[in-house]
């Protein structure tokens, strides 16, 4: 029975192999047509960004095909350091599999736009592939890596000011396993020590340079932060909930117009309060304000939160419904038409299946997971458990700060190095049984076999 039983196994995996196969190829050919309809344009979006990408857009003005080639190249050079052993070997399927990984709709829109979320994504991800085991197999990082790491993270700063913080998860994340794992080496102990006393100093210097002014009037404090994040979608209703103080300083007028958009309460609401009363006590009445909301809506709040989550963490799964209204205010409905303007077919099949695959490829996944189980094709070893909890960890920090950063205003632009992340379990298990000599090597090779 307990042979029988792998054997049918075994049988499922190949054909859910395949499932993915075919289902990946047709989105690569989607892609690759949505990129030839679109790599001649330019996708009208608002300049975001620090002053590193301001830098690139004054030195390819003219010519954005340039850049978009950058940043396509810099997405391959990230993957390929980061996913290098990841599914079959040789050369076709390298190339399949990285092709894969950029024809993800929402990862795709953002190589081939003038916007700072390519390179971080790419940045992201090369930073995590330094602070890795070294090249050679070593366990823990090595000098090299912890330069290139630097090097990332200071792009990362320049390129969007929040990863002045957000860079740094990953060091904190690999560094003291990499500490562990150096025990017995006692000529390179004080690596890690010396990269976090590196890393602390590129913070400094970067928060230095930053443009900031006065940072009492100019930075969003935590508390307005959760305001916005829970009161925003009723403020002006909940205004007659407010102590008579609060109600005078930002009531009627103020609340009315502060509510129409989630852009309005910085705008609006914020200079009310501050210039009356000031920073300290401006704090005191935002408390206020998301107490209240708690209070009457903290059911709405939950819900919108989730879909918060889910639109930076796999928009794929709920831009259909983002589309059809049936979910609640976020930018992707701009994406989309933005996405949409230049080669509106293409872009229609291409996004709709590529949300309907996202689906049935993460299922695809878990299924095969589980075959390959039964068939006894698959053992967790602790390298790949310590590396599963970095990245939730990492994914959990991520979210929790664009999340909690306010409400109506999730961009699945700013965690595409997140969200194009879904693909890697199902090219990692699609392993062997496949055509063109596929065959997959542990983690831990030194060597893979030649391309065939």
Partial sequence: MGDSMKQAAKRFCAVLRWILFLGFSIQIL??????????????????????????????FAGAPQVLYLFQIAAACLAWRRLARNVGPSGLFWRIWILLAYLT????????????????????????????????????????????????????????????????????????PGNLRFRKKQPKRFWYPFLAAAAFLGIVLGVRTFLPHGNREENRNSVWFCIADRMAWPKL???????????QELAGGDVAWYAGESPEQMERILKPALE??????????????????????????????????VLTYAAPAAVLQMQLAGDAYQSCSGRNYELMFMNSPR???????????????????????????????????????????????????????????????????????????????????????????????????????????
Wanted: glycine share 10%; charged share 15%; proline share 5%.
């Fill in 30 to 59: 989607l892609g690759l047509a949505w990129v030839c309809a679109n790599f001649a344009k330019v996708q009208n979006f608002p300049e975001v960004g620090g002053p590193l990408y301001a830098w690139l857009l004054r030195l």
């Fill in 104 to 175: 993800f709709p929402m990862l795709l829109q953002c190589h081939l736009a003038l916007l700072p979320y390519s390179f971080v994504s790419s940045l992201i991800l090369m930073e995590i592939s330094f602070l890795r085991k070294s090249p050679e197999g070593q366990k823990g990082v090595t000098v090299s890596g912890i330069c290139g790491a630097g090097v990332c993270f200071l792009c990362l700063s320049a390129l969007l000011p929040e990863y002045v913080f957000l860079g740094l998860v990953p060091v904190v994340l690999l560094l």
């Fill in 236 to 246: 002006y209703e909940d205004s007659g909930f407010w102590s008579p103080k609060l």
């Fill in 275 to 308: 210039t009356a009363v000031g920073f300290n006590q401006a704090n005191a009445y935002y408390r206020e304000m998301a107490a209240v909301a708690w209070r009457y809506h903290k059911g709405m709040i939950c819900r919108q939160i989730g879909w918060d």
């Fill in 346 to 452: 293409v872009t229609k099949y291409y996004v709709s299946y590529g949300c309907w695959w996202f689906a049935v490829a993460v299922a695809a996944a878990l299924l095969l997971a589980a075959a390959g189980c039964v068939a006894g094709e698959w053992k967790f070893s602790p390298e790949r458990v310590d590396w599963a909890i970095v990245f939730a960890v990492w994914m959990g920090v991520i979210l929790c700060f664009y999340t909690l950063r306010g409400s109506g205003i999730a961009d699945y632009k700013e965690t595409v190095a997140l969200s194009g992340l879904w693909p890697l379990p199902a090219f990692w298990m699609m392993g062997t049984g496949m055509p063109f000599g596929g065959s997959v090597e542990t983690e831990g090779s030194s060597e893979r076999k030649q391309d065939g």
